[in-house]
């Protein structure tokens, strides 16, 4: 059955036994960051007890957690008193990332003009692991308020952007990362099997350029390019998507394939 999140599940560090044996390594800063990370996809305030289960901690633990994040403010009680939920400094190293991350600050440009070049929805998603996740979103009119919000996130199988990312990656490699994934699909045209995925990566590789229609929303048609950084390898891809109603998969591509390959070469090695 289709799924209907349209999030991927956020990746969590794959820390090896020995990243925690390490002397540097602060336990403590790790449980803060868990009890953080409980509020991912909840649909509302959250108890005590449901952050407890969440970030896998004790009661107790979890109580002292949420009391010292309180009173730094980056989790708060909720107006309505149910529950809490993350607190207002949490914006703050949003900010942090978006101003100081040299790849966002140049995009912002090109993605603008790219926007009011082909007048479709123009997305930047940087590469983590089993998702892509949203650093900038230049929306249409038919978005909901939830899917133009930054650090929205989409798995990397099942998305242009990240047959884009996995195109650009040794083979192996790419085909490891999809057998890793949730492949839960999220419409009844999600590709989920490992060797279609990996067939449209490789058409992609031939391509330049990769071509998404009914993926992750239903009647949505989407392009993918890659953004590579110095050493060549993918990180980050530009999204143009549009609506299967207006378009045919041909009249798309050559309408937008060109613009896309252009801002994506631009922004590579930024």
């Known amino acids: 059955m289709p799924r209907n999140t349209t999030?991927?599940?956020?990746?969590?560090?794959?820390?090896?036994?020995?990243?925690?044996?390490?002397?540097?390594?602060?336990?403590?800063?790790?449980?803060?960051?868990?009890?953080?990370?409980?509020?991912h996809h909840a649909d509302g305030p959250l108890k005590l007890s449901e952050i407890a289960e969440r970030a896998v901690l004790d009661r107790s633990a979890a109580q002292r957690m949420v009391h010292t994040l309180r009173k730094l403010r980056y989790i708060e009680r909720d107006t309505s008193g149910h529950g809490y939920v993350p607190g207002v400094r949490v914006l703050d190293h949003t900010l942090d990332f978006l101003r100081l991350n040299p790849l966002v600050r140049q995009a912002t440009p090109v993605l603008q003009d790219l926007r009011a070049e082909v007048r479709q929805r123009i997305d930047l998603?940087?590469?983590?692991?089993?998702?892509?996740?949203?650093?900038?979103?230049?929306?249409?009119?038919?978005?909901?308020?939830?899917?133009?919000?930054?650090?929205?996130?989409?798995?990397?199988?099942?998305?242009?952007?990240?047959?884009?990312?996995?195109?650009?990656?040794?083979?192996?490699?790419?085909?490891?990362?999809?057998?890793?994934?949730?492949?839960?699909?999220f419409t009844p045209h999600t590709v989920t099997d490992v060797a279609e995925v990996m067939e449209n990566v490789a058409r992609t590789r031939a391509n330049g350029y990769a071509l998404a229609l009914d993926q992750i929303l239903t009647g949505e048609i989407a392009m993918g390019f890659a953004i590579?950084?110095?050493t060549g390898a993918p990180v980050a891809a530009i999204h143009i998507a549009g609506s299967l109603s207006d378009w045919t998969p041909e009249d798309f591509v050559a309408s937008v394939?060109?613009?896309?390959?252009?801002?994506?070469?631009?922004?590579?090695?930024y």
């Open 125 to 185: 998603s940087l590469f983590d692991d089993l998702r892509m996740i949203y650093a900038s979103r230049l929306q249409t009119r038919r978005q909901s308020f939830n899917a133009s919000i930054i650090g929205h996130s989409v798995p990397t199988f099942c998305t242009s952007g990240g047959w884009a990312i996995l195109a650009r990656l040794p083979i192996s490699e790419a085909q490891a990362l999809v057998e890793r994934s949730d492949r839960r699909p």
């Open 228 to 230: 590579l950084d110095a």
């Open 7 to 39: 999030l991927a599940e956020p990746g969590k560090p794959d820390l090896q036994p020995q990243d925690r044996a390490s002397a540097l390594f602060v336990q403590s800063v790790e449980k803060a960051f868990d009890v953080l990370s409980a509020f």
């Open 257 to 269: 394939a060109a613009s896309g390959q252009h801002a994506a070469r631009a922004l590579s090695r």
